[in-house]
């Protein structure tokens, strides 16, 4: 059974460094062709794919935001860990990890919400 | 180009058929994802593919393509359908963009 659980604050402050933990059970991300994507949705809004790891350790980022966001994993604790920097109140939203596998999302966490506020 | 049009909202009859669509550069490359997700909930994969359904997806649900355009139809719309609908591609430079999303709404 495939699980993934977001973790991370849910207040930081404008100008912070946000980090998110994925945890996820149910496959290992040492196997050829497993990826886990962070993708993120304003209250309100629409999905936003943010960042990707693959198996090898190759790393992809949402053109728009790839100067502040940072993803790496530790395959042995089975996490993946994305770090934004310099947040900002409309990075308010709910933060989703999820499975990806040959270009499509298959299992997502519940999400965690962020908000930024001072 | 990376980016992903759908339109905003659609209405369908309860029991008919409807198809939300999806535009983008990187369709021409790559197959279309799509995702149901519902008030409060997690997205949830409803074909990933040329047209390929997780397990416990209904059969109503299925997936086209043609040229930069990719198609989300249902066939015999049930009032569980109603929710956002989300397209999702990669493209060449390894992001995977999301549509705008489509509110489908069930009379």
């Known amino acids: 059974q495939v699980t993934l659980r977001e973790s991370g604050p849910a207040l930081v402050k404008p100008t912070q460094t946000l980090t998110l933990t994925c945890t996820f059970s149910?496959?290992?991300?040492?196997?050829?062709?497993?990826?886990v994507s962070w993708i993120r949705q304003p209250p309100g809004k629409a999905l936003e794919w943010l960042a990707l790891?693959?198996?090898?350790?190759?790393?992809y980022y949402s053109t728009s935001l790839k100067t502040r966001l940072t993803i790496s994993k530790d395959t042995s604790k089975n996490q993946v860990v994305l770090t934004m920097t310099n947040m900002d109140p409309v990075d308010t939203a709910t933060y989703y990890c999820a499975r990806t596998r040959l270009r499509y999302f298959d299992y997502w966490g519940q999400g965690t919400l962020v908000t930024v506020s001072s | 180009s990376s980016e992903l049009t759908q339109d905003p909202a659609v209405s369908v009859a309860l029991g008919q058929t409807v198809r939300i669509t999806c535009q983008g550069d990187?369709?021409?490359?790559?197959?279309a994802s799509w995702y149901q997700q519902k008030p409060g909930q997690a997205p949830v994969l409803v074909i990933y593919?040329?047209?390929n359904r997780p397990s416990g997806i209904p059969d109503r649900f299925s997936g086209s393509s043609s040229g930069n355009t990719a198609s989300l139809t249902i066939t015999g719309a049930q009032a569980e359908d109603e929710a956002d609908y989300y397209c999702?591609?990669?493209?060449?430079?390894?992001?995977?963009?999301f549509g705008g999303g489509t509110k489908l709404t069930v009379l």
């Open positions: 790891i693959d198996w090898d350790d190759d790393k």
């Open positions: 149910g496959f290992s991300l040492s196997t050829s062709g497993m990826c």
């Open positions: 593919g040329k047209n």
């Open positions: 999702n591609s990669r493209d060449s430079s390894g992001n995977h963009p």
């Open positions: 990187s369709l021409r490359s790559y197959y």
